[in-house]
């Protein structure tokens, strides 16, 4: 890894402490935004799917965003849908889409390729009924899409923003029902949070590989997380394990 690198992980760890501060979606965003500029996105937006509301940092995005709402694009974007019921990353190329794509979704894509977008991802972010769509998008020639490092750093980010958004809201219909990990829990996940894989840690350990999956699968369970990564935020933004 580079030292540019090095520093950048420095800088991203610091700046993802402060989500455990932070008081309203402002400061969040902020932060968010802050990390997705440091990466190279020159567009972010982000859409709260139980009122719709919308916001967003850049002057593409802010065109595409009054254009979306003008055309009803809410009600056919198959992306905004599926936030409804899944926690995924979708990676795109604003190329035009290919032919079997649904028709409304090829009119989306291909007025998002006339604006001048060129390459970025959305996370769907959810955890019970809290569910948001991030996005963040390059104003890039093809040969500069995000790398994969750079997206990997945005969706660690991201997971810190809907948990502490999801805490700030406090939905009535999403009450946190906190379980304590226990210390094998801790280890198991702050070791899966530094980059290990289950076997890695499970080596580190002197654990079988199944032993640290049975204890992931608690964690997951008791955080009531989608996914792994989702888990490992939920315990960073709540002290449960350290950054």
Request: overall charge negative; charged content about 25%; glycine content about 4%.
């Amino acid at each position: 890894m580079s030292r540019k690198n090095y520093e950048y992980k420095d800088l991203l760890e610091t700046l993802l402490s402060k989500f455990r501060t932070c008081e309203n979606s402002s400061q969040v965003l902020d932060i968010l935004h802050h990390i997705a500029r440091q990466r190279g996105f020159d567009n972010f937006g982000f859409v709260n799917m139980h009122n719709h509301e919308m916001n967003v940092i850049g002057n593409k995005i802010s065109l595409w965003i009054n254009h979306y709402e003008e055309m009803g694009y809410f009600d056919i974007d198959a992306i905004a849908h599926a936030a409804r019921d899944s926690t995924a990353p979708i990676e795109w190329i604003a190329q035009r889409p290919p032919a079997n794509i649904h028709p409304n979704q090829r009119q989306i894509f291909n007025e998002a390729y006339d604006l001048g977008f060129r390459g970025g991802f959305c996370y769907l972010a959810r955890k019970q009924k809290f569910n948001m769509v991030f996005g963040f998008y390059h104003q890039q020639p093809l040969t500069n899409l995000p790398a994969k490092e750079d997206i990997a750093d945005m969706l660690l980010a991201t997971l810190h923003a809907h948990e502490r958004l999801r805490i700030i809201e406090q939905k009535d219909d999403d009450v946190y029902q906190e379980k304590d990990l226990s210390d094998r829990e801790k280890v198991c996940l702050s070791l899966i949070k530094d980059g290990l894989t289950v076997s890695e840690a499970a080596s580190v350990l002197k654990l079988a590989d199944r032993t640290v999956t049975f204890h992931l699968q608690n964690c997951r369970a008791k955080l009531n997380a989608k996914t792994l990564p989702q888990a490992v935020a939920i315990a960073l933004v709540h002290g449960m394990i350290e950054p």
